[in-house]
């Protein structure tokens, strides 16, 4: 049987000095009043912030410094998300780029593609989308049915995308296609493309509203969208293990623990005055959780930086971490006797309603908390 | 998890394994069925503990000096993970921190049992002459009728102490714990005080060591129970296949490994702090709490998996879940401990919230 460890890291003093600088940075820009720190951190778009991320190296770290990153470590790069989740900063435009396509394109893009398009996603002027779902393939995503076909100097693309988060702002989006049909192994024959999200290429974006009314994600539709060779991601056919390489970056970082932490911030802030026996073993509570869950967070980053591929690790961590996040509403609530609004106007009312409204996503988002324990399971030697 | 590893050097790395590879493989060889059921009988395994003082394990923190391993704090406290993976039914885990606390209280050590006093145990100290009497009530003492020495928290005149007890001449009232270990109490009128020594606000009690000590316990009998139950699923055959195909098991086992995980971290992160000296007290409390809560939820799991198997005596799961649910009780439960981190974190405020938390 396997058991999991989650070895604790030791910060070295320049992660720490590190985290300072993101500190001094998030106050500047809240002290201009550029964010408010009680949005949906990465699901705000929010380009210009992404740009001063850009300029202060803080998009793309750990790449080599030809393609604008810095080179950093996996725990350098963890202080700063980190840092900019629990302050709330709009990182949306930017983020998809940053935690999982840019690291794929530099693992297995072309040299064009690289030198295209890592510079601009360092810069914080280059956003992506991930084409993963589809309307018959959700959490099945190896019976994506999106077809290319082979043409001159490349490949042309058919197909619908859906739930594609941020297409609408995106330049770019990674698509998971069927380059050979299906043989005995479903997983072979797929493969991923750099798809700029242009519509006089075929690449059609209808806005699909969430259930708060928001516009977040898209169905995305390729009418023999044309994708050239140098944008095709690895191998043609390998796009599997691609797919699966990077939901290991998706899944483990504080964006699986922090989306409601903004709710807590406010919890914590109005139970100044009132906080009884009650209210303090469910604070407590909560916070035993996150202490708990952040150490998980951080040895996983700890295994990436020590060049592992702590898939079983990460999916543990967004099972534990994304039912932590669903918790905090359900018990804020029963703390404080107060509505959730979000047009009340108020700091605390606002994060409740959107914590309620959105938590539903947290364990369907990045792979379903069902996938991920059948994940878990196979780690155990269940199946 | 923003300190310095206290035991980075590769000659303690080499120690630790040593006697964790012998301590294991001495578990492994007496602990079962016939242990356990003897020391529920009421026995107390003399021939067991001996051969674990041959090994040194009760003394493995003290110094070379004094007959001890010099094993590094954290490492040794490795050993109380290690009994619980065993359900060990002896009191090496309160013997190991007893003796590492009476090194600053009378500085002795020899291979009596040395046990910790639970939360509720607050003596009252009085000075007399050069010394101290103390009055009080020590409450469900674990192997307290088989102890030579109980350590615990006290107070004099409001001044917090930490008080070394001659357990031998007490008049211990039986009792037992849900795993049938000793769990004893007696009453101290104008009592002697072997030593006391002050125990300044903010660092670990007594009360804290045994919460630490319950919370590594724990860790390891979950991830003990966690196989056992991932085990029997590959075993057991219904509708003609190991229940682990079917995915209601599996996402149930998956629920409980997310909870092992989390225990493991929690109760490992408590004892680091202790040994680094930093955030101590906050950090036990945080382990303890979290431990206690994936204690209940993991037994529940693993004996919904074993069914009918595992609610017998004969199977030896329940000698694990039965000390899983006294130890998440023992030293606190979980709500006493979250009530410590609430009034902490309120205390900080919305602001300070974050830099609490990622300071630890
Ligand atoms: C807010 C949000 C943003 C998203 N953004 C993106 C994006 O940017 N790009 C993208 O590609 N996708 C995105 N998704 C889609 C997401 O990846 C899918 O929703 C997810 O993979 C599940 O697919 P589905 O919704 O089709 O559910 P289904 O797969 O139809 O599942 C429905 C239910 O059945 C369960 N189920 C399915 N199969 C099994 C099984 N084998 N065993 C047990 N239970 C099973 C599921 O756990 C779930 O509870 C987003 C989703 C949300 C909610």
Known sequence: MVSFRFDPVTLPASTLALRDEVRAFLAEELAAGRFTPHRNSWGTFDAEFSRRCGERGFIGMRWPQRYGGREASALDRHVVIEEMLAAGAPVGAHWIADRQSGNNILANGSEAARASILPRIAAGECYFAIGMSEPDSGSDLASVGMRATRTDGGWRLNGTKIWTSVAHRAHYLIALARTAPPGDDRRAGLTQFIVAIDAANGVTTRPIHNLYGAHEFNEVLFEDTFVPDDMIVGEIGAGWQMVTGELAFERSGPDRILSTFQLLRQLVARLAETADARSNVAVGRLVAHLVTLRQMSWSVAGMLERGASPELEASVVKDVGTAFEQEIPEIARLLVPEQASLTRGDLYGEALAQSVLSAPCFTIRGGTREILRGIIARGLGLR | ?360
């Open chain 2, 1 to 360: 998890m923003s300190t310095v590893d206290p035991n980075n050097d590769a000659g303690g790395d080499e120690l630790r394994d040593m006697v964790l590879d012998a301590a294991g493989r001495l578990f492994a060889d007496r602990v079962g069925r016939e242990l356990w059921q003897a020391t529920e009988a009421g026995e107390f395994p003399r021939g067991d503990w001996d051969a674990l003082v041959e090994m040194g394990l009760p003394r493995a923190l003290r110094a070379e000096a004094d007959g001890g391993a010099g094993l590094a704090l954290a490492d040794g406290l490795a050993l109380a993970e290690l009994a619980g993976h065993h359900a060990l039914p002896l009191p090496l885990a309160e013997t190991l921190v007893g003796n590492h606390l009476r090194a600053g209280l009378d500085g002795g050590v020899d291979d009596g049992v040395v046990t910790l006093a639970a939360a509720d145990s607050r003596l009252q100290l009085r000075r007399v002459g050069n010394g101290w009497r103390v009055d009080g009530a020590l409450d469900r003492i674990a192997w307290g009728r088989h102890a030579a020495y109980v350590i615990a928290d006290g107070d004099a005149d409001g001044a917090p102490q930490r008080v070394l007890l001659a357990a031998d001449d007490l008049d211990w009232r039986h009792d037992a714990s849900l795993a049938g270990e000793p769990r004893d109490s007696a009453r101290l009128a104008d009592a002697p005080v072997l030593a006391a020594a002050d125990c300044p606000v903010h660092t670990p009690t007594v009360q804290h060591w045994g919460a630490l000590l319950r919370a590594l316990q724990a860790a390891g009998a979950m991830r003990r129970a966690l196989a056992l139950a991932t085990d029997y699923a590959n075993e057991r055959r219904q509708f003609g296949r190991p229940i682990a195909r079917f995915q209601a098991v599996q996402q149930q086992l998956a629920a409980m490994a997310g909870e092992v995980a989390t225990a493991g971290t929690a109760a490992e992160a408590a004892a680091r702090a202790i040994a680094a000296d930093r955030d101590a007290a906050l950090m036990i409390a945080i382990g303890k709490a979290r431990v206690g809560e994936a204690a209940g939820r993991s037994a529940a799991i693993a004996h919904q998996v074993l069914a009918a198997m595992g609610f017998t005596q004969e199977h030896e799961l329940q000698y694990f879940t039965r000390r899983l649910w006294s130890w998440r009780d023992e030293f606190g439960a979980e709500p006493h401990w979250q009530a410590i981190i609430g009034e902490h974190a309120i205390a900080a405020g919305g602001d300070g919230l974050w830099p609490l938390v990622s300071g630890l």
